[in-house]
Structure formats: C-alpha cells, structure tokens
C-alpha cells in the first residue's frame, strides 16, 4: 500500500492486490454501502491521515475509487466544511482481450459465425500483422458465453495483456475498426 498526498485535500491510496487480498476487499463490491468496505475504507482513512497529517474527523470526504493493476487506486478529497459531497459509482472497467487466428480464413469464419448468431460484439477491431489475424473485443459480463465459445473455438490464442495488444492495435493493419464482426459478418452474409 501506498499512501501519496496530492495538495492540501487529496489523498491518493494505491492498493495492490496483495493488499486486496489482506484486506478481503473486492473491487467490484466495494462501497459505502457494504458494511465491510466502509469499515475498511475509514481504517484506510485514519491511515493516510496519520501518516500525511491530513485530519478527516469532522470533515466529508469523496473518496473515489478506480481499478489499477489488479489493485486499486483510491482518490479522497476532504470537502470543505458545511459542502456537501457528490455521488460515484464505481464505473466497472472493460477487460480488453485479443485473439488471434492463424490465417484470415479462421478469422473471418468466426466472424461470420458472430454476426450469424447476433453476436456482434461493438467495439471490436480486426488487425493483421505479420500474417496473423487478431480480434480484439471488450469482454464484459454482457458479452453471452456462447459468443466467447464461438471465438475461442477459432482462435488460436486468447490473451489479455495489455502491452501485447496495445503493441497489436499501434503497429498492426487494420481489417475493421470498431464494429468489426458487423463490417466483416454483414460482407460475408451478402
């Protein structure tokens, strides 16, 4: 855990995921809300304030909380005295994965399929890069299962590492940007 102060009324708290895991925090249930996470989040509180010097008694706080490397970043600002503070919601980020095909056949067979079944899967990008073909999708608890079946059946690899597709989407070709099971499905289905 690391504790950072920004000015006079920020507070950043950077928690990895060990510290998740030693606090039984989850990202996806954290809250005020949730008796346990309030718990926490006002220990954590008292933390930063002892360690910076910033007081919190007496004071309202918005504290913001974002996902970070399997972690967490939490933002807190004391509000001045008598403001009232803002509502968040956690916003659940999109968990971007890559799948990449042997040959543009596997490729476009998927993306036929896809788009047959209405799986069309908006945001998706299609590159080529060294005679391999990637697809790249927002995978969100949205997505049906049947529809990730459907990729991982033609894909060759399936992977969620950051660099590796941000070094694909930068440098690759691109097939279809944005709606590529639509682009290339509605192509295929003439």
């Known amino acids: 855990m ?10 950043i708290i950077a928690l990895c995921k060990e510290d998740m895991e030693i606090l039984s925090l ?3 249930t954290m809250g005020f809300t949730d008796p346990h996470s309030r718990n926490i989040l006002k220990k954590l509180l008292n933390v930063a304030g002892s360690r910076t010097g910033l007081t ?3 004071h309202s706080v918005v504290v913001e909380a974002m996902p970070y490397d399997k972690g967490c970043l939490l933002v807190i600002t004391l509000l001045p005295k008598g403001a009232k503070p803002k509502k968040y919601r956690i916003k659940h980020c999109e968990k971007k994965t890559m799948f990449t095909f042997e040959n543009a056949e596997s490729l476009l067979c998927c993306a036929k399929q896809l788009y047959l079944k209405g799986f069309l899967l908006m945001g998706s990008h299609a590159y080529e890069e060294n005679n391999k073909y990637h697809l790249i999708v927002n995978i969100t608890k949205d997505v049906p299962k049947d529809a990730i079946y459907i990729l991982r059946e033609y894909a060759l690899v399936e992977t969620r590492k950051k660099l590796q597709i941000a070094n694909i989407a930068e440098h690759g070709n691109v097939i279809a940007h944005n709606q590529a099971i639509l682009t290339i499905g509605s192509a295929l289905c003439q």
């Open 2 to 11: 690391t504790i950072q102060q920004i000015d006079d009324s920020r507070v």
């Open 26 to 28: 989850e990202y996806n």
């Open 56 to 58: 919190v008694t007496n």
